[in-house]
């Protein structure tokens, strides 16, 4: 069964691979990825935290009055909160890229104009094979609006595709305004796929010792759904290739997505649970499938479900959301 796919530019063999995780903090789980099957493998995020905590304590060291400054330092996360400093990220594209033949996506998160986008370049000069750059800002300020968010956004896609030749993909969150028209706008600035989507991490309260508890809660496939209407949406209107990530659990999850527009599908809370060999598993049964039904390769499924056809989005969206809502009945 043919299950290759082209994302980013890339040929692959097939859409599976892991997501940004920890994952690849360790050489032998990444070696047990590829053993697996990896597509390629994407690393989790360098922080701009991180890099300009660097740029500052570099300053306060070169500096004969640093010390003035050295507070500033106190407003960033302390660098043992991470388990890859931006030198140490480095050497680890470096190290993955001697361990593995698959591709390597590397991963900058951050939400402001700066030199700190400037690392771009240096992963691709440590052999990153493409970029994910993570937009990841939640809109807290009452007197920024929509337009001037997705300004900066587009201005820091710009700074990084003109600063590399590799391709990259922009993975975001689905709480825009106007998100189709944004992807629009990013698929103008030079983005080569898109990765939907960022989470959002939800803190839980301590109302006893009244402090913020950080959870984190892995996926379910109930998280799915939102990902397929935007990939649906946005299948075959864009130049850019469109990645899923988030919900995937199921060989089923696999099928939806890629019948939604997906190129690429980012497997995380299943290969944390379930160990990299989980990606083998759902590499195999995805091709089992495929062949019950009667494909003769991925590609014929890719984007079959999308919304191309239909000529009126916005219709389809509210006529399924009222009967969606009337048709509820409850248990019996």
Known sequence: MDLSTTYLGMKLPHPLMPGASPLVDDLDT?????????????MHSLFEEQIVREQ??????????????AEALSYFPSTEAFALGPDEYLDQIRRIKQAVDVPVIASLNGYTLGGWLDH???MEQAGANALELNVYQVATDLEEDARTLEDRSIQMVEAVRSGVRIP???????FYTALAHFTRRLDDAGADGLVLFNRFYQPDIDAEELQVRRTLHLSTSSELPLRLRWLAILSGKLRSSLAVSGGVHSVDDVVQAVMSGAHAVQVVSALLKLGPSYLADLRQRLAVWLEEH???????????MNLEACPDPRVYERANYMLTLQGWRGSD
Not at 32 to 41: V, Y
């Open 30 to 42: 990444v070696r047990k990825l590829e053993d697996a099957g990896a597509a390629a493998i994407v």
């Open 56 to 69: 500052v304590a570099a300053f306060v060291h070169t500096e004969s009055h640093g010390y003035s400054f």
């Open 120 to 122: 771009a370049r240096l």
């Open 168 to 174: 990259v993909a922009v993975k975001l969150s689905p």
């Open 294 to 304: 009667e494909y003769h390769s991925l590609r014929q499924m890719q984007g079959s």
